[in-house]
């Protein structure tokens, strides 16, 4: 037996996930030592509209065939919450660029756009990680860092808070599966807060070491070359020759180049593949 969602099973609190059991089966047969099988690779829109619909309240699911898909909770049987779940995530998917059809029945066409963010907390913490890999020396890497690992108000600290509030309103319900649901949840919260010393202590290292980060400055180098102006007898020597130039651009103008008037450049889409 390597699953068993009976109420008394080892996966009663995935009842019937098919994601969990296929997850149980590949452990099993990791133990085995039978290789993995392959996985196609996801497409960047495919990850983006993910974690829209997980946003607007979505369930990920997986067919038996193996394709992923959304769904509504199981339990969410109200017509009109379904409605406003379908319309939040239509209006979401919408706002970040996807091509969206929807049967209109299924949506509530007379609730105003409250529920769509401008940046979501992960998007910010997406701009953190670039802030990092732009750091040249130790001191930006420790201050970028700093808010991810600072004890009291840090990331992680404010994540193991959110998992032990999380547990104690789960354990409300009463049932002995949301009891083992607070349980899992406070151990997740037990691990997150040793890992954060540890990242902490980590952080402390870097910030005693201070110096420049060897391959980061070479780049910030070429980048300040590459910006700096050349003097000006190295300007006049590679500059092309006035008249050629105007030669040039009259021969690749188009016969009816003067009533053709130049289409402004579309603003660039901030969602993945369009």
Same mark, same amino acid.
């Given at each position: 037996?390597?699953?068993?969602?009976?109420?008394?099973?080892? @996966?009663?609190?995935?009842?019937?996930?098919?994601?969990?059991?296929?997850?149980?089966?590949?452990?099993?047969?990791?133990?085995?030592?039978?290789?993995?099988?392959?996985?196609?690779?996801?497409?960047? @829109?495919?990850?983006?509209?993910?974690?829209?619909?997980?946003? !607007?309240?979505?369930?990920?699911?997986?067919?038996?065939?193996?394709?992923?898909?959304?769904?509504?909770?199981?339990?969410?049987?109200?017509?009109?919450?379904?409605?406003?779940?379908?319309?939040?995530?239509?209006?979401?998917?919408?706002?970040?660029?996807?091509?969206?059809?929807?049967?209109?029945?299924?949506?509530?066409?007379?609730?105003?756009?409250?529920?769509?963010?401008?940046?979501?907390?992960?998007?910010?913490?997406?701009?953190?990680?670039?802030?990092?890999?732009?750091?040249?020396?130790?001191?930006?890497?420790?201050?970028?860092?700093?808010?991810?690992?600072?004890?009291?108000?840090?990331?992680?600290?404010?994540?193991?808070?959110?998992?032990?509030?999380?547990?104690?309103?789960?354990?409300?319900?009463?049932?002995?599966?949301?009891?083992?649901?607070?349980?899992?949840?406070?151990?997740?919260?037990?691990?997150?807060?040793?890992?954060?010393?540890?990242?902490?202590?980590?952080?402390?290292?870097? *910030?005693?070491?201070?110096?420049?980060?060897?391959?980061?400055?070479?780049?910030?180098?070429?980048?300040?070359?590459?910006?700096?102006? !050349?003097?000006?007898?190295?300007?006049?020597?590679? !500059?092309?020759?006035?008249?050629?130039?105007?030669?040039?651009?009259?021969? !690749?103008?188009?016969?009816?180049? *003067?009533?053709?008037?130049?289409?402004?450049?579309?603003?660039?889409?901030?969602?993945?593949?369009?």
């Amino acid at each position: 037996m390597i699953y068993d969602s009976e109420p008394d099973g080892p @996966h009663a609190r995935h009842r019937g996930d098919v994601t969990s059991l296929l997850a149980a089966v590949d452990t099993r047969l990791d133990q085995l030592g039978v290789p993995p099988r392959p996985t196609p690779k996801r497409f960047a @829109h495919d990850i983006a509209a993910a974690a829209v619909l997980h946003r !607007a309240g979505f369930v990920p699911a997986v067919e038996f065939g193996g394709e992923p898909y959304h769904r509504l909770p199981s339990a969410m049987t109200d017509p009109d919450e379904q409605r406003l779940v379908v319309t939040r995530a239509f209006d979401m998917l919408q706002a970040d660029g996807f091509d969206v059809s929807c049967d209109p029945d299924l949506r509530e066409h007379d609730m105003p756009l409250l529920w769509i963010p401008e940046t979501s907390l992960g998007d910010r913490l997406g701009f953190l990680a670039k802030h990092i890999q732009a750091s040249t020396h130790t001191r930006d890497m420790v201050a970028n860092l700093s808010g991810v690992t600072a004890p009291g108000d840090g990331v992680l600290q404010r994540v193991v808070e959110i998992l032990d509030t999380t547990a104690e309103w789960w354990e409300g319900f009463g049932e002995p599966a949301d009891h083992r649901y607070a349980q899992r949840l406070r151990t997740i919260a037990e691990s997150l807060d040793s890992y954060a010393i540890e990242l902490r202590a980590i952080r402390g290292d870097l *910030a005693d070491r201070h110096a420049v980060h060897p391959g980061k400055n070479r780049v910030r180098e070429n980048q300040v070359a590459a910006s700096t102006p !050349a003097p000006p007898r190295v300007r006049a020597a590679l !500059a092309p020759s006035p008249t050629a130039a105007q030669r040039r651009a009259a021969s !690749a103008l188009p016969a009816t180049a *003067a009533a053709v008037r130049p289409v402004p450049p579309a603003r660039p889409s901030s969602a993945p593949g369009r």
